[in-house]
């Protein structure tokens, strides 16, 4: 054999095993840290907010001292999200306490506790005052704040975190004069679940890249076999494959699809039973999200399963999906800082009204939980505003899930299909943005090259 020959074979050679290579980093999924590396993550991020978040919200909100307590397995949503990453729950009864002095001075925290609790230390000895409660009323009595907030809410469970029992012992541990400077620390809570740091809005990209990388994965023919798979095989694949990778999910995926053959609205995006088997010209559709360094994310998006002789979705469909980002892009553009969720959903609603969209908009704050704290902009069987959650403002540096759908006729299937969309969005105070983009195409099964 010739030198020029086997130096041709040799390139060729690296030619294939570099487009492999390439093709290979494509399909990784982006890195996700081992547990030891997140909780070094977590405790960071926690103490950085600690430091410097409290104080912005305690005086935005003119609390001058907040007060949590919770105790093991019965937990305040917000005091967990205070713990140390090592934590899984509070001990015994764990009391934590912010305090702003005033004239610029720095907040004190520390805790009323067994024991010291991360970034909080303790200011109660058993020794000297065997009484938790007691202790914790001489503790306020000396510092005499003029608003004792506490985590009592009508109308954001995660921020309604302190028990009825907790709340009476409190209230037995104050002088009367005390007792009657508690106040609800409802939009404290809500301000410290909602704003993302700086750092976390970077990450949060990742976070998103991931979940895509999962939902890419379950819509193609590495996991669907058109004329077997079902809708609940899907499921439970996804459900499986955020375990495989060391990850949590905050609900169950849901997937469904939608026919050509099914009457309009009977049988849309069903999803349970065995006469849910994926066959082509299916829609499918899935709802999906996970949790990953205390931050969560919530997507839905939509495959077309090519008929013999496909090469793309049908028209109607793609034209449909055009229907459904408009909408996304009429919702967005409503964005403005301090809005309620009700004042965007109006508006938002009448817009789409005009350009003859016929529009259902339920999108909802993101962060530690999934349906997070802050302003509910709709709720699927609430198109008129949602009160209380609703009349929340709206405030920078906060998360969202964009989630909404458009109903639009298919000249194809000769009915009309509902376009549910979901992507996750930044709202930084003056722009909103997608934080992992969004989708403008659907999946295609098998996928087109």
Known sequence: MSKRIVLLL????????????????????????????????????????LNHLVPELMRREEID?????????????????????????????????????????????????????????????????????????????????QKIGVNFSEHFATADGISHTDFLNLRKSLTPELQERIVSAENLSVGWLETRTSEEIVVYRQINRIAHHIVDEGLSEAVITPGITTTDDVSWWYRERIRDLNLTTWFHPSVSISRSDAPAHSGDFSDSG???IIMPGDLIHIDFGIEYL????????????????????????????????????????????????NE?????????????????????PLGYNGHGAGPTIGLWDQQGGVPGNGDYPLYPNTAHSIELNAEVYIPEWNRSVLIMLEEDAIF?????????????EFYLIPRQK
């Open 344 to 364: 965007i959903l109006s508006s938002a609603l009448q817009k789409a009204e005009e350009e003859e969209i016929n529009a259902t908009i339920y999108t909802h």
């Open 428 to 440: 930084d105070g003056e722009n909103m943005w997608y934080i992992d983009g969004r989708a403008e």
């Open 294 to 341: 205390n931050l969560t994310t919530d997507t839905q998006r939509n495959a077309y399963v090519l008929r013999d002789g496909e090469t793309d979705a049908p028209k109607g469909l793609k034209d449909a999906l055009k229907v459904g980002n408009r909408l996304q892009d009429i919702l967005t553009n409503e964005f403005v800082s301090r809005r309620t969720g």
């Open 65 to 145: 001292m907040w007060i949590l307590v919770a105790r093991e397995y019965n937990e305040d949503p917000v005091l967990l999200t205070m713990l140390p990453a090592t934590w899984q729950s509070s001990r015994r009864t764990t009391i934590l306490v912010f305090f702003d002095p005033g004239n610029g001075a720095e907040v004190e925290r520390f805790a009323v506790a067994r024991y010291n609790i991360g970034f909080f230390e303790t200011q109660w000895f058993p020794d000297v005052e065997p009484d938790q409660w007691k202790r914790l009323g001489e503790l306020i009595e000396e510092r005499n704040p």
């Open 10 to 49: 040799v390139v060729t050679l690296f030619v294939v095993v570099d487009q492999a290579q390439t093709q290979t980093r494509n399909d990784i999924t982006p890195h996700i840290l081992p547990m030891r590396e997140r909780a070094v993550v977590i405790d960071r991020w926690t103490e950085q907010r």
């Open 274 to 276: 065995e006469s849910n």
